[in-house]
């Protein structure tokens, strides 16, 4: 779990450098705090399934935001390990 909180965190201070582009990093950053709530409370279904969505919704963005992007697949694969 551990682990999950900090690859996390990684990808909460690669977002936090494009706070400056608009209200959707507010509201990602919003979210990967959701997201480590739900892992420090051990809801691994829950935080996986926020994940993908979260994945989803940056998808379009990737180009731009690689590394976040990069960051998020690498939480996504830790949750998917800890969810069973």
């Given at each position: 779990m551990?682990?999950?909180?900090?690859?996390i965190?990684d990808?909460?201070?690669?977002?936090?450098n494009?706070r400056?582009?608009?209200?959707a990093?507010?509201e990602g950053l919003k979210?990967?705090d959701?997201l480590?709530?739900?892992?420090?409370?051990?809801?691994?279904?829950e935080a996986?399934?926020?994940?993908v969505?979260?994945?989803?919704?940056i998808a379009?963005?990737?180009?731009?935001?690689?590394d976040?992007?990069d960051r998020?697949d690498a939480?996504?694969?830790k949750?998917?390990?800890?969810?069973?």
């Amino acid at each position: 779990m551990s682990e999950a909180k900090s690859l996390i965190e990684d990808c909460r201070k690669s977002l936090e450098n494009y706070r400056m582009y608009g209200d959707a990093v507010g509201e990602g950053l919003k979210q990967l705090d959701k997201l480590d709530e739900l892992v420090s409370e051990g809801k691994m279904n829950e935080a996986y399934t926020m994940c993908v969505e979260l994945s989803g919704t940056i998808a379009p963005y990737r180009p731009y935001i690689a590394d976040v992007a990069d960051r998020l697949d690498a939480v996504k694969a830790k949750l998917e390990e800890l969810k069973n």
